[in-house]
Structure formats: C-alpha cells, structure tokens
C-alpha cells in the first residue's frame, strides 16, 4: 500500500472561525491557501462543540469548491471526527478521518471510520504503550479485509507522558508502530509542548526551538511517512 511522503498542514478551524481577521498561514501557494481555507470555513460554520451537523446541500457545495483545488494542486482534506454520527458526512467530503488521541482506544468510532473506505489516521494518546497501536491497526485491518476495501492507514506518533510535566519522544515507537503494517507520521510541534502542570500555568506551552531537532532525530530512524 504504497504511500508517498505526506506533510499535515493546516489551522484549527473550530477555535479560529469566528475571528474576522483570521488569515491562513500555510506557507504554500497563496490561491491554494484561499481556496482551501474558504471551503473548510464553509464547512466548519455548522461546527458546535457538541455536534456536527452537515447538511446535504452543504457537502455539495463543499465537494464542489474544493474539486478545483484536488484537481489543480492534487492536496487531500483531512480532519478529525469525534463520534460515529460524524463519520459518514465527513467523509463524504474530506479524503482522511483522524482519530484524535484521547479517543484512539475508542472501538465503535475506529471501526465506523474504516467502513467508509477512506483513509485513516489514528494520533497516539500520549497515555498508550507503542506496542498498544498494534489492536488498532487489527481493528481497521478486520473491517477492510471483510468489506474487501484497501487498507490504508497512518499512526501519529506525538510524544508520551514523563512524569507530570513533559513530553518525551522515544525513537524505538517509530520502528515499533510501522511494524504493525501502518504508516508513521510524526507530530512534531505537539511533541515540543509542555502540558500545564499547575494552576499558575494556565496555558499549554512549547518549546519549538527543539522541532528542528526533534525532526532529524526522527527522519534518522528511516521508518517515517510524513510530519
């Protein structure tokens, strides 16, 4: 199941919709930016913290928009979905379903992802073993061998608790979850931060001066599809 080498980009929309001077700030192509930013708004505008609601005429409007976009820069939409009711609109417009990482041990929401045939990529809850990725894969595994659908997966590796206030990245994961026949993706700028520790830090930080090294590290051990 050939994959070629991916890089993830992209905004929270959910957190930035409703800001009025909110610019894209991916440093591709300027039309592309535009184009992509002005569908998943659309899209988006029905997003709720506790559902998502996609109405027909919406999706087709959605589909059409970005259309161009997947013909001209040949870029694929990918987002995250939270419940089985969201599964089957969301992937009817966008060509990954993300599982996030806090319910990556979520059965239902897994199998329900891999019956719609997309692809799927799976973030590693920074609370799961390595090794714990392989029943995730056997999951989507079993669903595409009986539905005669190819498998293609990816696991997001974003670093692992150490203690109360750190995030570690342990290089032998990447070997460890590309054995389970999955593609490895690495979140680099997730596996810099420093999750709030006590009530006098009140935001999550990060130190991105170590991304770059981070990133090398992990490139080094040859077994990555993408950041």
Known sequence: HHIHFLLVVGEDFKREKEDEEF???????????????GALRKLYSNLSDDELVLESDLIDDFLEEVKDVNEKYNVEILTDVHEVAQVEPV??????????AFLCRQT????????????INVK?????AHE??????EKVRHVTREKGTPFRMALTERGTFFGYGDYVVDMRSF??????????????THSTQTPQTSLASEVTKANRALAPCLARSATATGYLSGY
Request: with cysteine.
């Open 124 to 128: 590693k809850g920074q609370f799961l």
């Open 108 to 119: 239902d929401l897994i199998v329900a992802a891999a019956q719609t045939g997309r692809k």
């Open 91 to 100: 992937s009817k417009v966008c060509h990954w379903l993300q599982i996030p």
């Open 23 to 37: 610019k894209h700030r991916w440093h591709v192509d300027s039309e592309l930016s535009q184009k992509i930013q």
């Open 132 to 137: 714990g990725t392989k029943h995730i894969v």
């Open 175 to 188: 070997r460890i979850m590309a054995e389970t026949g999955a593609h490895v993706i690495f979140d680099i």
